[in-house]
């Protein structure tokens, strides 16, 4: 004896497709997939001349520090998840690890607190050798355990100034990464802070080591040193870029060169339940006029 065939009208074939599309979205477990994702260091020069006001936020000015700071925490929520940010100092000679490298979208509050909280009360000399800093930068990137990249954020600015770079005694490349350039082109009074970071007045020429046979050495004024960073990466194996926008910050942070291959377990129950809702809107709202018109020829010629 042949059983009939069983005939679900569309309603019912809708919603039994609907039904086992959210069962799957249910039981679904994460999908391993790669991902590309970034792993930085990124290091704030806290000297003084970071302080200075020639940087543009929102049509008013800001410091340097604040330039940079702002623009990491805008680049956080758009980095991609998997991605890993940590944070240094730095002071004087040397940098100095604030941060571990933390992955960004689970941690992105804890990271802006903390980016915002950096600040010139953390520093320790008001000496800046900017060679020294990024020398110790290197190192400390290269100790750490996934080897971060390297962003280095200064006006390049550096008490006493130096004659020359030094050769380096670091191998060539040992950390990939940037020097990032933050300041003005016109030389601009360097604010004086007490150990609270509170303006108490400005640095004058008799204050500060000026530059050996220069009588035009104005090293109580600050701007961005550009050519020196630029001859500083070159020696060092990084690369320079200058900070203009945030949106300039978020392309050197996001740089191709700094790409890595990143497997995660990816969570994709949206992409069934998607399909499920799109079956289920196809049940209960009202076809489109071009289907209804479709299925009114499709049954004229059946009749």
């Known amino acids: 004896m042949k059983l009939p065939a069983l005939r679900l009208a569309r309603r ?40 200075v006001t020639d940087q543009l936020r ?13 623009g990491l925490v805008q680049a956080l929520a758009q980095l991609p998840c998997g991605s890993q940010i940590g944070l240094g100092i730095f002071s004087s000679r040397r940098t100095l690890l604030l941060l571990a490298p933390l992955e960004v979208c689970g941690n992105r509050t804890g990271l802006t607190q903390a980016i915002r909280q950096i600040d010139a009360r953390m520093a320790w000399e008001d000496a800046s050798v900017i060679v020294r800093g990024v020398t110790s930068a290197i190192d400390v990137a290269f100790e750490l355990s996934q080897h971060p990249s390297l962003i280095f954020m200064t006006d390049g600015q550096e008490s006493p100034p130096m004659a020359s770079i ?6 060539k490349g040992r950390t990939a990464g940037m020097l990032v350039g933050v300041g003005g082109d016109v030389a601009q009074p360097i604010p004086r802070l007490d150990r609270q970071a ?4 400005w640095w004058s020429a008799g204050d500060v080591v000026q530059r050996r046979g220069s009588a ?7 701007a961005l040193h550009a050519g020196y960073l630029q001859a500083l990466a070159q020696a060092s194996g990084l690369h320079y870029r200058r900070l203009d926008s945030d949106a300039a910050l978020l392309r050197m942070l996001t740089d191709q060169r700094f790409d890595r291959a990143l497997v995660v377990a990816t969570d ?12 289920l809107a ?11 018109r479709w299925r009114l020829r499709r049954n004229r010629h059946t009749l």
């Open 58 to 70: 929102d049509g008013r000015a800001v410091s340097r520090l604040d330039a940079a700071r702002e």
């Open 198 to 201: 509170r303006q108490v007045g």
């Open 268 to 279: 994709v129950r949206w992409l069934p339940a998607a399909l499920a809702a799109l079956l």
């Open 12 to 51: 019912d074939r809708l919603l039994l497709g609907a039904a086992v599309l959210l069962v799957v979205a249910s039981v679904l477990p994460p999908v391993p997939l790669t991902r590309t994702v970034v792993n930085h260091l990124v290091v704030f020069d806290i000297t003084q001349s970071m302080y």
């Open 166 to 171: 030094p050769d380096f005694d670091r191998p």
């Open 216 to 222: 035009r050495s104005q090293e109580h004024l600050s």
């Open 282 to 292: 196809g049940v209960f709202l009202p076809a489109p006029r071009w289907i209804a």
